[in-house]
């Protein structure tokens, strides 16, 4: 199939039910049939379950227990460097903020305004900043860690497409990650504020954090914000901050003059949740 049959295709499919669907599949205990799937799923996707706290396909309850499982201990060490990989996945794009344009793909751009769910003053803080965008393919490991230390101050998730997110998509689908459905977290650090966007797709049944739970559902069509100046959320570098059920892309911002990335950055580079992400 070519890419842009690919792409028409997905404005035709009913994204939303598709989506429904899929997460009551994911979250359905149905013993041996949840089994096959895990089973088919792993061969299929080559799914490293060498890596996980718990290696037996068959003790788990649901596909969603499988899909956001646990990874050893010792698994993803933490690099020594002021910000590392939140997720494991891919570069799909990272690099400077310019005049409040994040670069997508070829010929494609979107706002940081719109991917923050149009407040204009939080997007004003990156300006010239930087980002970083990282795709989580199907055999990644889906939870997402902090990049460094940070206290939570807001929460908003923002209603939105279901498109998927995956490189051809993204080449296809102008303003894709500002157009999907998201949760947008925003930290304050040392350095200053910082933002990690969990961008929803198609099947992607839900995403949770660690201090919430789920998130979505329910779905709404409005933008929904919760603030926690008044508690003290603060995580640590390398601790988990939520997790997709079923998988997705994060998309961070940092402001000006604070990040240097990793010189070894390239998009479509494979990337571990640990590694070096910048200085």
């Known amino acids: 199939m070519s890419d842009r ?8 499919l ?10 009551k599949v994911a979250d359905a205990r149905c013993g041996s049939w949840t089994a ?21 396909i068959g003790s788990y309850a649901t596909f969603n227990d499988f899909f956001t499982r646990a990874l ?44 923050v769910g149009g407040d204009a003053d939080l997007a004003a803080q990156f ?23 940070g206290r939570l101050t807001r929460m908003i998730y923002v209603p939105g497409d279901l498109f998927s997110v995956n490189p051809v998509t993204a080449r296809g689908v102008p303003g894709l990650f500002a157009r999907n459905e998201r949760v947008v977290c925003v930290f304050d650090t040392a ?3 910082f933002v990690l966007t969990l961008v929803g797709a198609t099947i992607v049944g839900s995403m949770a954090t660690v201090w919430h739970g789920l998130v979505n559902p ?32 994060v998309v961070m911002l940092f402001r000006k003059d604070i990040l240097q990335f990793n010189p070894q950055w390239a998009p479509a580079l494979p990337v571990r949740m640990g590694e070096v992400m910048g200085v």
């Open 14 to 23: 009913p994204k939303q039910a598709f989506t429904v669907f899929a997460g």
């Open 5 to 12: 049959l690919s792409v028409f295709l997905q404005y035709l």
């Open 36 to 56: 096959r799937l895990i089973t088919w799923f792993v061969g299929r996707y080559k799914v490293n379950m060498t890596e996980a706290a718990n290696p037996d």
């Open 191 to 193: 350095h200053g504020s």
């Open 127 to 149: 300006q010239d900043g930087s980002f970083a965008t990282i795709y989580l393919s199907p055999r990644d490991y889906h939870r997402i860690h902090m990049p460094c230390d």
């Open 72 to 115: 050893k201990s010792d698994a993803r060490p933490l690099a020594s460097a002021d910000y590392v990989c939140p997720v494991d996945g891919a570069i799909s794009q990272f690099g400077a903020i310019k005049n409040d344009q994040l670069f997508q793909a070829k010929g494609h751009s979107y706002s940081t305004i719109a991917l």
């Open 218 to 249: 329910p779905r709404s069509r409005e933008i929904r914000e919760w603030r926690y100046d008044d508690q003290q959320i603060e995580l640590k570098k390398g601790d988990e901050m939520g997790r997709f059920l079923l998988g997705s892309t």
